[in-house]
T-cell receptor
Framework: DTEVTQTPKHLVMGMTNKKSLKCEQH?????MYWYKQKAKKPPELMFV???????INESVPSRFSPECPNSSLLNLHLHALQPEDSALYLC??????????FGQGTRLTVV | AQKITQTQPGMFVQEKEAVTLDCTYD???????LFWYKQPSSGEMIFLIY??????QNATEGRYSLNFQKARKSANLVISASQLGDSAMYFC???????????????FGKGTKLSVIP
């Protein structure tokens, strides 16, 4: 099973809303990631969790707040987003340096 | 300077033909890894193939093979016997820093949009 599951698949939120994106993997991977992908652009790394601890934060605004409740789950809490934050948010996981598996992504629209 | 360069914004290939997608990279790290991903319009990033910098042989996975030329810093993806379902965006990516704790950063190229013609 090489599956990374993200929910929801689509999300529309207002600029004053609070919402959360969820990511789950059951491959026993110890590293999990959030990437942001704008239309017609490559993915860009946002956060890295290693053994449930935040190891990399790529200067992401504080309106994005990651959380790793356990080794299988990764959340991204969203608050007071801007329309320019509209993008595809991809979760990924890895166990070693030879492969990283991505989920289907959440298409976020901020109105 | 770009670390990953994909010079072909778009490519067309006839069904059942082979196609090569170009990727060049720039790194001074002696230990690195190169990945290829496929992204259909649905958005999912599908892992295709991996090549480590110390691997002696070119990686292969079914219809996918990676033409790794280390001295030229190129890692081209070859898709044999193209199928209509291969139409998608293809990204080349590089891992430079491996923390040893199972986590690393992937840097992606801008991608190549492949269209397979019946």
């Amino acid at each position: 099973d090489t599956e990374v599951t993200q929910t929801p698949k689509h999300l529309v939120m207002g600029m004053t809303n609070k919402k959360s994106l969820k990511c789950e993997q059951h491959m026993g991977h110890r590293a999990m990631y959030w990437y942001k992908q704008k239309a017609k652009k490559p993915p860009e790394l946002m956060f890295v969790y290693s053994y449930e601890k935040l190891s990399i934060n790529e200067s992401v605004p504080s309106r994005f707040s990651p959380e790793c409740p356990n080794s299988s789950l990764l959340n991204l809490h969203l608050h007071a987003l801007q329309p320019e934050d509209s993008a595809l948010y991809l979760c990924a996981s890895s166990q070693d340096d030879t492969e990283a598996f991505f989920g289907q992504g959440t298409r976020l629209t901020v109105v | 300077a770009q670390k990953i360069t994909q010079t072909q914004p778009g490519m067309f290939v006839q069904e059942k033909e082979a196609v090569t997608l170009d990727c060049t990279y720039d790194t001074s790290d002696p230990s690195y890894g190169l990945f290829w991903y496929k992204q259909p319009s649905s958005g999912e990033m599908i892992f295709l193939i991996y090549q480590g910098s110390y691997d002696q042989q070119n990686a292969t996975e079914g219809r996918y093979s990676l033409n790794f030329q280390k001295a030229r810093k190129s890692a081209n993806l070859v898709i044999s016997a193209s199928q209509l379902g291969d139409s998608a965006m293809y990204f080349c990516a590089m891992r430079e820093t491996y923390s040893g704790a199972g986590s690393y950063q992937l840097t992606f190229g801008k991608g190549t949009k492949l269209s397979v013609i019946p």
